[in-house]
Nanobody, 121 residues
Framework: QVQLVESGGGLVQAGGSLRLSCARS????????MGWFRQAPGKQRDLVAT???????NYADSVKGRFTISTDNGKSTVYLQMNSLKPEDTANYYC???????????????WGQGTQVTVSS
């Protein structure tokens, strides 16, 4: 059974940094994309950053130049380095991994439980 466990969230002052980690247990067939989303209270869940199995990255405009997504060589952990944090970055951050069902070939998305990031002004 696949599990994604996020860590690294917390309280930080504006301008500070945090590094989020998402550790995967269990195998995923044909991983295509790994990423981070965030959701603030009363708002929808928004994309923060993604990285493909080939290493291509994509970032929300609001975090470009401040956040960096990366993975380890085995793609078992995905990281989000967050620098120059702003109060508007406050949210619950979720990691996600997309792959395929081994038998049907259908796309499957896995989600973690989230880690809270709070940036004080």
């Amino acid at each position: 059974q696949v599990q994604l466990v996020e860590s690294g969230g917390g309280l930080v002052q504006a301008g500070g940094s945090l590094r989020l980690s998402c550790a995967r247990s269990g195998g995923i067939w044909r991983i295509t994309t790994m990423g981070w989303f965030r959701q603030a209270p009363g708002k929808q869940r928004d994309l923060v950053a993604t990285i493909t199995s080939g290493g291509s990255t994509n970032y929300a405009d609001s975090v470009k130049g401040r956040f960096t997504i990366s993975t380890d060589n085995g793609k078992s952990t995905v990281y989000l380095q967050m620098n120059s944090l702003k109060p508007e970055d406050t949210a619950n951050y979720y990691c996600t991994v997309s792959g395929s069902n081994y038998y049907s070939g259908q796309k499957v998305d896995y989600w973690g439980q989230g880690t809270q990031v709070t940036v004080s002004s």
